[in-house]
T-cell receptor, first 114, second 110 residues
Framework: AQSVTQPDIHITVSEGASLELRCNYS??????LFWYVQSPGQGLQLLLK??????LVQGIKGFEAEFKRSQSSFNLRKPSVHWSDAAEYFC????????????FGAGTILRVKS | DAGITQSPRYKITETGRQVTLMCHQT?????MFWYRQDLGHGLRLIYY???????DKGEVPDGYVVSRSKTENFPLTLESATRSQTSVYFC?????????FGPGTRLTVL
């Protein structure tokens, strides 16, 4: 069965510090990978996506993610966190072979200390 | 407005009542999806549709019914609401390999 694991439920970082949010997946097909961000009471905003090609992808708001097939991972990074980055982050996996249905991780809540 | 809209945005209902959540998209995308979001679970797929009159179950379909008579609309019905269906519901449509999400409906079942 397809699954996505985000091992960290909560993460706290200081403003200006670097950030890495982990995402591991188990999938029976070549995956498409996504990171979404959700502020409290808001909808989902797409941060970045990976379909194919260069395994390091750049997204909005200074985020990037690296696809590592050998580790089944798609970790999200940001070199310097801003207080406005405090939100919940979701990793998701899909594939054309499965009708592009998305499987989501449980989410990681990011808190930023000033 | 172009895009994907959901109505109502907030709904409070009672156990046993029927509730319909509406989803409308202006793009004429073929694929549409319904997810529910619960703490600790992320988003889970309830139903999806590949085209008008073609629907299929997702991961958590029990207690829900969908229909899709027109490409642009994909309503989700809770036939007899239960407290466990208290959740935030998101509708999405697919373009290429990317899903575009609506703003969500927060449903509370008392």
């Amino acid at each position: 069965a397809q699954s996505v694991t985000q091992p960290d439920i909560h993460i706290t970082v200081s403003e200006g510090a670097s950030l890495e949010l982990r995402c591991n997946y188990s999938y029976g097909a070549t995956p498409y990978l996504f990171w979404y961000v959700q502020s409290p009471g808001q909808g989902l905003q797409l941060l970045l996506k990976y379909f194919s090609g260069d395994t390091l992808v750049q997204g909005i708001k200074g985020f990037e993610a690296e696809f590592k097939r050998s580790q089944s991972s798609f970790n999200l990074r940001k070199p310097s966190v801003h207080w406005s980055d405090a939100a919940e982050y979701f990793c998701a996996v899909g594939a054309m072979e499965y009708g592009n249905k998305l499987v989501f991780g449980a989410g990681t809540i990011l808190r930023v200390k000033s | 407005d172009a895009g994907i809209t959901q109505s109502p945005r907030y709904k409070i209902t009672e156990t046993g009542r029927q509730v319909t959540l509406m989803c409308h998209q202006t793009w004429s995308h073929s694929y549409m999806f319904w997810y529910r979001q619960d703490l600790g679970h992320g988003l889970r797929l309830i139903y999806y549709s590949a085209a008008a009159d073609i629907t299929d179950k997702g991961e958590v379909p029990d207690g829900y019914v969908v229909s899709r008579s027109k490409t642009e609309n994909f309503p989700l019905t809770l036939e007899s609401a239960t407290r466990s269906q208290t959740s935030v519901y998101f509708c999405a449509s697919l373009w290429g390999n990317e899903q575009f999400f609506g703003p969500g409906t927060r449903l509370t079942v008392l």
